[in-house]
């Protein structure tokens, strides 16, 4: 009886320990375990509202020469903007779990060079990784060479933009990692609106203006386009408008980095 009592303390000893190293910080404890679940069913409630009861028109983009295209174009600027948007937070955790993030933070050099050391890095890896998608993707949809040069420019506006942005996530990550489930918020939230998956038409009408914000969908939106050959005035917006977001989000990136871990310092050790 006895030791039958000594194993459930023990046992109990050893999930409070865990519960609490779980719930060191709040938000990621409510994100992973609560609030995720519930964003990740919101893509499937948003298709059947457009098919069953709010869509705005049919699928005049889709069709069945093109579709496969359409897919995986759209997964490979998603895959990148995502690639670029957490390679910092990795790393900085990487180097924050080493001890040598303060190495980073002293070196004397100026962070661009961090910055686009690690996209070139990137790139490389990001081409890598698409290359059976572009593959399939021409086999599929054949377009021009100067079309798929075009494309590629894109490939690494998104791979800037989303590196830019990582900065800003990564340097939350090295002052207070209660605010992280925030930034992983945001990238749902851009992901989910940039018809990366779904279709512009079956987004019920509410919605569709905050797609036409959004410059993630802009970025899948005109990689599309150009592919399908498909050129208009809209797209030299676009473009301008995700060169834009390109520009800022790296100079925003530079300076909460240089900025917050100054005057906060890297926590959570």
Same mark, same amino acid.
């Given at each position: 009886? /006895?030791?039958?009592? /000594?194993?459930?303390?023990?046992?109990?000893?050893?999930?409070?320990?865990?519960?609490?190293?779980?719930? /060191?910080?709040?938000?990621?404890?409510?994100?992973?375990?609560?609030?995720?679940?519930?964003?990740?069913?919101?893509?499937?409630?948003?298709?059947?509202?457009?098919?069953?009861?709010?869509?705005?028109?049919?699928?005049?983009?889709?069709?069945?020469?093109?579709?496969?295209?359409?897919?995986?174009?759209? &997964?490979?600027?998603?895959?990148?903007?995502?690639?670029?948007?957490?390679?910092?937070?990795?790393?900085?955790?990487?180097?924050?779990? =080493?001890?040598?993030?303060?190495?980073?933070?002293?070196?004397?050099?100026?962070?661009?060079?961090?910055?686009?050391?690690?996209?070139?890095?990137?790139?490389?890896?990001?081409?890598?990784?698409?290359?059976?998608?572009?593959?399939?993707?021409?086999?599929?949809?054949?377009?021009?060479?100067?079309?798929?040069?075009?494309?590629?420019?894109?490939?690494?506006?998104?791979?800037?933009?989303?590196?830019?942005?990582?900065?800003?996530?990564?340097?939350?990550?090295?002052?207070?990692?209660?605010?992280?489930?925030?930034?992983?918020?945001?990238?749902?939230?851009?992901?989910?609106? &940039?018809?990366?998956?779904?279709?512009?038409?079956?987004?019920?009408?509410?919605?569709?203006?905050?797609?036409?914000?959004?410059?993630?969908?802009?970025?899948?939106?005109?990689? /599309?386009?150009? =592919?399908?050959?498909?050129?208009?005035?809209?797209?030299? =917006?676009?473009?301008?408008?995700?060169?834009?977001?390109?520009?800022?989000?790296?100079?925003?990136?530079?300076?909460?980095?240089?900025?917050?871990?100054?005057?906060?310092?890297?926590?959570?050790?």
């Amino acid at each position: 009886m /006895r030791k039958s009592k /000594r194993i459930i303390v023990r046992t109990l000893a050893f999930a409070k320990r865990e519960f609490k190293l779980k719930t /060191r910080y709040k938000w990621p404890f409510l994100s992973t375990t609560i609030i995720m679940p519930i964003i990740h069913a919101l893509p499937f409630i948003i298709l059947y509202w457009g098919l069953l009861i709010g869509s705005s028109g049919d699928l005049s983009e889709i069709t069945a020469e093109n579709y496969l295209a359409w897919v995986l174009l759209g &997964s490979i600027i998603y895959s990148t903007y995502s690639l670029g948007y957490m390679v910092f937070r990795l790393n900085f955790w990487s180097e924050k779990f =080493w001890m040598t993030i303060h190495g980073t933070l002293i070196a004397p050099a100026s962070k661009y060079y961090l910055l686009f050391g690690t996209i070139i890095q990137l790139l490389i890896q990001g081409l890598l990784s698409s290359l059976i998608f572009f593959i399939i993707a021409f086999v599929s949809f054949p377009t021009s060479f100067i079309n798929i040069f075009f494309v590629l420019i894109i490939f690494v506006v998104a791979l800037i933009a989303g590196a830019g942005l990582s900065l800003i996530n990564g340097t939350f990550l090295l002052i207070n990692e209660n605010l992280v489930p925030f930034f992983d918020f945001f990238l749902y939230g851009l992901t989910f609106l &940039s018809c990366y998956a779904i279709p512009y038409e079956l987004y019920p009408s509410f919605l569709q203006v905050a797609v036409k914000f959004n410059p993630l969908y802009h970025i899948i939106n005109i990689t /599309r386009e150009v =592919w399908f050959n498909n050129y208009s005035i809209e797209i030299l =917006w676009s473009f301008l408008y995700i060169l834009a977001f390109c520009v800022i989000s790296v100079m925003l990136g530079i300076y909460f980095f240089n900025k917050y871990t100054r005057r906060f310092g890297v926590h959570g050790y």
